[in-house]
């Protein structure tokens, strides 16, 4: 497999959240706006790029019994350090997303790469593939942030670009809107999929 | 055995590495933590006391002593100077009264060279929505705009200020906790300036 493929199946063929339907949690709780998803999906993608690279560096020294514990503690440490760096430079986008982001530990995605991907590869494809996945991730995450905040609050990244009479459908920042949204972006991938099937 | 030893020694060097880059990025980012939690949990109440100043009040904080307690020990006080052309023209600082309806009230006070307030803003307070609440808006803290510390009691105790109706109890503590901060400006004035 090339180095371009590692990348590029984090973002359609595998796509996290929408196509492996893994790190739901995060996807459903911060993406009340565009910024918020972007936030949340970076502080991912640092911590999936770094633990990939370092398990990937130490799976033949790790021995197989202990491997979960170790991925633990390292990927523990590097949301350790997103949150601290957080903490002191972005303050506000700290506190919305409170405490999604020592939970970044628990994100299956994460070790879930670190099990599947960086465990059986080396550096460079383990990098393409945290950086893909990451992407994939912060994307999509963007993506439902942006649409609910659209439909929500009529702005986007803050601004206003809905026309003046236009009425915020406040569910759409409320839980319901996350699962709504998720489930019809969750549908219409499933129909092009579907689509590109039949033309193969 | 070996097997076993070996994980041990793995795990052990792993989290080893992990605390030592954990402490060294705590180092690293504590005075900008710091000043971030002051700027966005303290900081707005601080600047809403303090006015016409062109220093930045929370990166020139200082603590300062302000006498003893009754054990000996020393008491300290972090101090939020404005300045402007490098004279003092005011301090901001907390003080705070436990009586209050619903237990302890924080207030910001803003006091100028001459000893008179700037402002004050209530910064946590547990007091019930409604009456309580009153007390954290500027129809009741504007009244200390200006004043004399002479001045500083409820109307009813020959001040000058109304309290909120319905919540006698929460007026009284924040007139408590004034004439608490009113009383250590002498000791702090001297120290800052």
Known sequence: MSITKEFTKGLWNELPPFRLVLGLCPVLAVTTAAKNGLGMGLATTFVLLCSNILVSLLRNVIPKKVRIAAYIVVIASFVVIVELTMQAYFYPLYKVLG?????????????????????????????????????????????????????????????????????????????????????????????????QKMHQ | MRDLIKMVVVLTVICAGS?????????????????????????????????????????????????????????????????????????????????GYGGVIDIMVGLDSAGELTGIAIMTSSESPGYGAEASKPAFTDQFRGMHPNDINLAADGGKIDAVSGATLTSKAVVRALKRAVKIFPAIKKEVS
């Open chain 2, 19 to 99: 605390a030592l880059i954990l402490s060294y990025t705590n180092q690293a980012t504590k005075v900008q933590r710091e000043y971030q939690l002051l700027k966005y949990v303290k900081g707005p109440s601080i600047l809403a006391v303090l006015s016409d100043y062109d220093n930045d009040p929370l990166k020139d904080s200082i603590v300062v002593d302000i006498g003893k307690d009754s054990e000996g020990n020393p008491v300290q006080k972090t101090v939020f100077p404005a300045r402007k052309d490098g004279k003092l023209i005011a301090v901001a600082y907390d003080t705070s009264d436990d009586k």
């Open chain 1, 99 to 195: 405490i999604f982001i020592p939970l970044i530990v628990v994100n299956c995605i994460i070790l879930g790469r670190a099990e599947a991907f960086a465990s059986k590869n080396s550096v460079i494809p383990s990098m393409a593939d945290g950086l893909g996945m990451g992407i994939g991730f912060t994307l999509s995450l963007t993506f439902l942030g942006a649409i609910r905040e659209i439909t929500g609050y009529g702005t986007f990244f803050g601004m206003p670009i809905m026309w003046d009479s236009f009425q915020p459908f406040t569910i759409m920042v409320k839980p319901p809107g996350a699962f709504l949204c998720l489930g019809l972006i969750l549908g219409l991938m499933n129909w092009i999929s579907a689509r």
